[in-house]
């Protein structure tokens, strides 16, 4: 059986190593094994993607670029939303998780895919919103969760965040099955199917973080936990598979997509992004961004998903493998970790 592996998005746990800036030059479609691709940068309250980025040059969600639109828009975690069915002819979507009027509340949210240009950029529609339809009294504050992952395998999405009882922080997760509905492409059926207490450790990571950053060297980790194992592991604290482990500076919003590994480092007014294969040593990407972010999200999608917003209606699963076949034979991408 391939690996299928889950990579936590919590933007904790994990934090990381060291590229060489020297190695900044290698060409993303070289880093991903493939030219057919499509990268999803959720900067602020806009998301753009991108196809066919010019070898030496940065990828645009990696650089300093003013927003298009507003920065209004309430915070929020996004996580990608592709259908339980591998073979399902709906194209993949960035799911939101959001408070609103003291709920917790989503959207769903379309991937445009660049026409006559190598980017396309769209506002998030931030009117467009669906509640979780779930009856719990308590709704976790934005700024009291922790993480928000999405398992394709089995549609769950666990909301993860630091609840308070009796005067107790006791961290907690949320089990929802979020699956499609038919009648209404901006919502998702979704039930809440169990609730329970996580192990500490997974918060007190993100203590130990946060005093190790003072003295800008931390060990940066990253765990993978199986696909269908995210509850017993949360709940009993167990850390899962280290994928990666190198000293470095300190990195921000950290995150795997596709094998890969984005992430951001801050020092003042030096702000920069790195992009790196999470196995492969085959160097990285460095780009100058020298601007924050209230929100940052990085996405890369290859095979049916990709091939699904390129395509459209017209897409074909056959055709699409047989693309990717023949794309790429010697370089293929490492398993796919999201
Ligand atoms: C994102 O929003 C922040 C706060 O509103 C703003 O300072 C920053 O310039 C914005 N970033 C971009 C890339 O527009
Ligand atoms: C879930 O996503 C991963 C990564 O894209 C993919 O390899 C896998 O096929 C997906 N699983 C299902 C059941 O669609
Ligand atoms: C949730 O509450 C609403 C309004 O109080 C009620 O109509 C609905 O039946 C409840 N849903 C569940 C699943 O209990
Ligand atoms: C900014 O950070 C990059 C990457 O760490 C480093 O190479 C560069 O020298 C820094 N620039 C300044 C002006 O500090
Ligand atoms: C980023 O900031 C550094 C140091 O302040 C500056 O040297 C560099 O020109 C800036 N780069 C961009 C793209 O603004
Ligand atoms: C899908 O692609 C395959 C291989 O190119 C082709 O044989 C088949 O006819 C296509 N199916 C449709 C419905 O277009």
Same mark, same amino acid.
Request: aromatic share 12%.
């Given at each position: ?67 298009h639109f507003d920065n209004s828009c309430i915070p929020f975690y996004s996580v990608l939303y592709a259908p339980i069915e591998p073979e399902s002819p709906h194209a993949p979507k960035i799911l939101q998780v959001f408070l609103n009027d003291g709920k917790l509340a989503y959207r769903l ?24 339809? &779930?009856?719990?009294? =308590? !709704?976790?504050?934005?700024?009291? @969760?922790?993480?928000?992952? $999405? ?59 946060? &005093?190790?950053?003072? =003295? !800008?060297?931390?060990?940066?980790? @990253?765990?993978?936990?199986? $696909? ?22 300190r990195r921000e919003k950290v995150q795997v997509t596709n094998g890969l590994v984005y992430s951001i480092l801050n020092e003042g007014n030096n702000i920069t992004s790195f992009l790196r294969p999470l196995h492969r040593d085959v160097g990285g990407i460095i780009c100058a961004m020298n ?48």
């Amino acid at each position: 059986m391939g690996r299928k592996l889950l990579s936590l998005t919590f933007s904790l746990i994990f934090l990381l190593f060291l590229i060489s800036p020297s190695s900044s030059t290698t060409s993303f479609r070289k880093l991903l094994g493939t030219e057919k691709y499509a990268i999803v940068g959720i900067t602020n309250c806009t998301s753009t993607t991108e196809i066919n980025v010019d070898d030496g040059y940065c990828i645009h969600h990696m650089v300093a670029k003013l927003d298009h639109f507003d920065n209004s828009c309430i915070p929020f975690y996004s996580v990608l939303y592709a259908p339980i069915e591998p073979e399902s002819p709906h194209a993949p979507k960035i799911l939101q998780v959001f408070l609103n009027d003291g709920k917790l509340a989503y959207r769903l949210v379309d991937i445009e895919f660049p026409q006559s240009k190598n980017v396309a950029h769209s506002r998030i529609p931030s009117e467009k919103l669906a509640y979780f339809t &779930t009856n719990l009294t =308590i !709704h976790p504050l934005i700024s009291d @969760i922790i993480g928000v992952v $999405y398992e394709n395998v089995s549609g769950f999405i666990y909301v993860i965040y630091k609840a308070f009882e009796d005067g107790q922080m006791k961290p907690k997760a949320d089990v929802y099955q979020m699956e499609q509905d038919f009648s209404s492409p901006n919502s998702l059926l979704n039930t809440h199917l169990y609730q329970f207490y996580i192990d500490n450790y997974f918060v007190d990571t993100v203590c130990f973080t946060i &005093t190790k950053m003072n =003295i !800008h060297m931390i060990m940066v980790k @990253i765990f993978s936990i199986p $696909y269908g194992s995210l509850t017993y592991y949360l709940k009993r604290g167990i850390r899962g598979k280290l994928e990666h482990d190198i000293e470095s500076p300190r990195r921000e919003k950290v995150q795997v997509t596709n094998g890969l590994v984005y992430s951001i480092l801050n020092e003042g007014n030096n702000i920069t992004s790195f992009l790196r294969p999470l196995h492969r040593d085959v160097g990285g990407i460095i780009c100058a961004m020298n601007s924050t972010r209230t929100e940052d999200y990085f996405f890369v999608l290859t095979g049916w998903e990709f091939c699904k917003l390129r395509d459209g209606h017209d897409a074909n699963l056959t055709g699409c493998n047989m693309e990717f076949q023949e794309a790429a034979p010697e370089l293929a991408a490492p398993a796919v970790l999201r």
